[in-house]
């Protein structure tokens, strides 16, 4: 464990404000951490923040609360955390305790989590509107019944409970979904990490290697550059694996002749990148690989077209489902009418996921993307991800042989800017020709 604290601070303070500011005077946001999981037997998986309290904090420790007071006279931020125990940090890492959470972390108050029970049902009292996630941390839910519980008793005392709770992802979310610059160059940073690792990986591939060693070079890319995790369970698929949305066993032989497809992303400082290319093995497309290959990159580029400010958020997923349904008609792998076979989704067999979604702290990350019942607006630093694909399950006999088996999909992170979209992830290889020059030298 670390206390240090990730790269964007100057952010934390403005975005509590901004937070406080949409709750309202006589209201209170109560954010717990995240609780560790366990792996096996007396073994725990690596600490990952709750990204709501990470986002507001950069605290990076377990057992933690976070408390928000808009108004408070003695301070608007209050800091549940575990007490300094040199003897424990000795086995699990240092703590900042409630000195380092003040000090470091700009809380006002801070006190040992062990103390939680006796001060923050006081800090209850009196709020009427408590901003809480309920329903995401089944323990915590019941901790916190159980202070009302306790306010309620005391109510020939005068002492009255909140009488209304609001979600706080409602407010919060909309906050995360609009990336400040800080974040936004910490964004094109992990896209920058992520694709020297898919590089890294093109350039090692070939026959007779195991999916899991392209996986191993994806790591080792993403570590050496500060990076110490990825941000999600990497896909690395060569053949009919690639035609597995979700990919993960990694375990199989890389054949001459297949495609592999690699999904994958770091994540630096909180946030993640998540990139995928698809490429042959042996470093040269057949003519059915290429093919499919161009038109779901034709695909791509015309989502990239729409991404503008004052488009909708389903605008590109329309544009992909155009041109890849149009490219099947043209090789013979879909039959009808062009804007029949739109209307009733006749892609599906071949396209069957949105094009893209939020990215951010979580991969697919926070945000609405309807709002009263409408695809919202996209608007300049949202960020989002591009990944039209086709792929033609091994087993369909409707269709030629030589589609079979073939999987690929083409996937980048974008921000919304003034204009356009930028590109975060392009520092890799893309064309057809691009591709096989960076494999053959």
């Known amino acids: 464990m670390t206390s240090a604290v990730p790269a964007i601070s100057t952010d934390y303070a403005q975005r509590r404000r901004k937070l406080m500011e949409l709750m309202g005077e006589n209201s209170i946001a109560i954010l717990p951490a995240a609780e560790p999981a366990m792996r096996n037997g007396g073994t725990e998986y690596a600490y990952r923040q709750n990204s709501d309290l990470l986002y507001l904090t950069g605290f990076l420790e377990p057992h933690s609360v976070l408390v928000l007071m808009p108004g408070r006279e003695h301070g608007e931020m209050v800091l549940f955390c575990q007490d300094r125990d040199p003897s424990m940090e000795l086995w699990t890492g240092y703590r900042a305790g409630p000195e380092g959470a003040c000090k470091t972390y700009g809380a006002d108050d801070a006190f040992p989590i062990d103390d939680v029970d006796d001060i923050l049902p006081g800090l209850l009292e009196g709020r009427a509107k408590v901003f809480y996630a309920m329903g995401c941390n089944q323990n915590f839910d019941l901790q916190l019944m159980e202070w009302i519980k306790q306010i309620r008793s005391k109510a020939r005392s005068g002492i009255y409970p909140p009488h209304e709770f609001v979600t706080v992802d409602h407010v919060l979310h909309e906050l995360r979904l609009l990336k400040s610059k800080e974040e936004q160059s910490t964004m094109k940073q992990a896209g920058k990490i992520s694709a020297q690792a898919h590089v890294r990986a093109m350039q090692i591939c070939k026959p007779g290697m195991m999916e899991y060693e392209l996986e191993a070079e994806l790591l080792h890319e993403f570590v050496r550059n500060g990076a110490r995790a990825p941000a999600y369970s990497s896909i690395v698929g060569g053949g009919a694996n690639g035609c597995i949305l979700h ?68 605008q590109p997923h329309e544009a992909t489902v155009r041109v890849i349904t149009e490219g099947l008609l043209k090789l013979g ?75 690929i999909r083409i996937e980048d992170d974008v921000i919304v800017t003034r ?11 893309k064309t057809i020709q691009q591709i096989e020059q960076l494999m053959a030298g």
């Open 247 to 314: 990919y993960i066993e990694n375990n199989a032989e890389l054949l001459n002749g297949d495609l592999v497809l690699i999904d994958a992303g770091c994540e630096l400082d909180g946030y993640a990148a998540d990139i995928t290319r698809t490429f042959p093995i042996n470093g040269r497309f057949s003519e059915a690989q290429a093919a499919l290959y161009e038109i779901v990159l034709d695909a791509q580029q015309a989502a990239f077209d729409v991404i503008v400010p004052g488009s909708h958020w389903n």
């Open 333 to 407: 792998l879909l039959e009808g009418d062009l804007e029949q076979l739109i209307e009733q989704e006749g892609y599906r067999d071949f396209y069957m996921h949105k094009a893209g979604h939020w990215l951010g702290m979580d991969v697919h990350d926070v945000g609405d993307y309807k709002i009263g019942g409408e695809w919202r607006v996209l608007e300049p630093g949202m960020v989002l991800t591009v990944e039209p694909g086709i792929y033609v399950s091994p087993h369909n006999t409707d269709v030629d042989e030589k589609w079979r088996g073939i999987g």
């Open 419 to 429: 204009t356009g979209c930028d590109v975060m992830s392009d520092g890799v290889p």
